[in-house]
């Protein structure tokens, strides 16, 4: 089965998947630059992943990071 991209249906999932992605990738980036963690930064900026890598980060490497700045 298609979904063919002229189908209502193709743009509301677009749309949706754009909602989804650009919060969790808008704080992963803000927490790798404000981390210093460019090797992070470049892979966040560059792999699209649905925003699963850029919940890894958050929870995983970000926060480690964050709690030892303090």
Known sequence: MT???NSPYFLIIVVFIILWTL???GY???LAA???HKKWFIALLIVNSLAIL???YIFA???KA???RR
């Open 3 to 5: 979904l063919d991209p």
């Open 28 to 30: 992963a980036l803000w």
């Open 61 to 63: 490497i970000g926060r």
């Open 34 to 36: 404000r981390n210093d």
């Open 54 to 56: 850029d919940i890894i």
């Open 23 to 25: 919060p969790w990738k």
């Open 66 to 68: 964050e709690k030892k």
